[in-house]
């Protein structure tokens, strides 16, 4: 994995790591949000779900990521990278439509949506100077839908999906998006349990949506930042990752 573009003459590490340590720690604010608004906990929604839905959302994600890959990859080269606040708005337009027709609504929405939030991860990829076609690249885009999902909470102990790439050298995209499309099949099923709730379906549909996509875009900049910063410091990954763990286990200071 190698970067398209060269560092800022006034490049500061520590910085870096205070700033992704910030995104981190702030990511999952707008999913304790969506929980205030339907009033539920994560762990219940999937409750919500017929058991006939809830047994095949493996095969589901897993089939939504397969899409998402190939459709987002040809994408890229028709329509350029949005900015991340156009992404959001997109999705929670489409999570709102998705909700406002119920569970049948919400499952066809779905892998549109996967679609865009892979999309956006890999504009990230980009944005942090990594080519998204590259095979390694592609890799650590899939890999960031490994994290927890914006309705857990979490105190830096998901960084271990950072490191799951160390894990699976040799083998294929496919390989990888098997093992990612269970933890997701999780997160994703929160979504569509909140999307069929009465009355709220809509709006929900919209929140989680909002949710997901701050959520992801956050968690990959956090990814691809520590990509970047390994290679411009020379420093070994496994530490970097330990050394973002610290400093989100404890208030950050805004370095002046």
Same mark, same amino acid.
């Given at each position: 994995?190698?970067?398209?573009?060269?560092?800022?003459?006034?490049?500061? *590490?520590?910085?870096?790591?205070?700033?992704?340590?910030?995104?981190?720690?702030?990511?999952?604010?707008?999913?304790?949000?969506?929980?205030?608004?339907?009033?539920?906990?994560?762990? #219940?929604?999937?409750?919500?779900?017929?058991?006939?839905?809830?047994?095949?959302?493996?095969?589901?994600?897993?089939?939504?990521?397969?899409?998402?890959?190939?459709?987002? %990859?040809?994408?890229?080269?028709?329509? /350029?990278?949005?900015? #991340?606040?156009?992404?959001?708005?997109?999705?929670?337009?489409?999570?709102?439509?998705?909700?406002?027709?119920?569970? /049948?609504?919400?499952? *066809?929405?779905?892998?549109?949506?996967?679609?865009?939030?892979?999309?956006?991860?890999?504009?990230?990829? *980009?944005?942090?100077?990594?080519?998204?076609?590259?095979?390694?690249?592609?890799?650590?885009?899939?890999?960031?839908?490994?994290?927890?999902?914006?309705?857990?909470?979490?105190?830096?102990?998901?960084?271990?999906?950072? %490191?799951?790439?160390?894990?699976?050298?040799?083998?294929?995209?496919?390989?990888?998006? *098997?093992?990612?499309?269970?933890?997701? %099949?999780?997160?994703?099923?929160?979504?569509?349990?909140?999307?069929?709730?009465?009355?709220?379906?809509?709006?929900?549909?919209?929140?989680?949506?909002?949710?997901?996509?701050?959520?992801?875009?956050?968690?990959?900049?956090?990814?691809?930042?520590?990509?970047?910063?390994?290679?411009?410091?020379?420093?070994?990954?496994?530490?970097?990752?330990?050394?973002?763990?610290?400093?989100?286990?404890?208030?950050?200071?805004?370095?002046?």
């Amino acid at each position: 994995m190698e970067i398209i573009d060269n560092p800022p003459a006034n490049f500061d *590490a520590e910085a870096q790591l205070d700033a992704l340590a910030r995104r981190y720690q702030s990511a999952g604010g707008a999913g304790l949000q969506v929980l205030n608004l339907i009033g539920g906990q994560a762990e #219940s929604l999937l409750d919500k779900l017929p058991d006939g839905i809830r047994t095949r959302l493996g095969e589901q994600t897993e089939t939504a990521l397969n899409i998402a890959l190939r459709a987002a %990859s040809t994408s890229r080269r028709a329509v /350029p990278d949005q900015p #991340s606040w156009i992404n959001t708005a997109l999705t929670a337009a489409m999570g709102a439509a998705g909700g406002m027709g119920g569970l /049948p609504s919400a499952l *066809a929405e779905l892998p549109v949506t996967t679609t865009f939030l892979l999309r956006a991860i890999q504009g990230i990829a *980009a944005e942090h100077g990594f080519d998204p076609e590259e095979e390694g690249v592609k890799f650590d885009c899939i890999q960031v839908f490994a994290a927890a999902g914006p309705l857990d909470t979490d105190d830096g102990s998901d960084l271990a999906f950072i %490191s799951t790439r160390l894990l699976l050298r040799g083998q294929t995209i496919q390989t990888l998006i *098997a093992r990612v499309a269970p933890r997701l %099949s999780v997160v994703l099923g929160q979504k569509l349990a909140a999307q069929t709730l009465p009355v709220l379906g809509a709006v929900a549909g919209a929140a989680t949506n909002y949710a997901y996509t701050s959520y992801y875009q956050e968690m990959a900049h956090v990814h691809f930042g520590l990509r970047r910063l390994a290679i411009t410091t020379d420093r070994d990954f496994a530490d970097l990752v330990e050394d973002l763990r610290e400093r989100i286990a404890k208030p950050v200071v805004k370095r002046a």
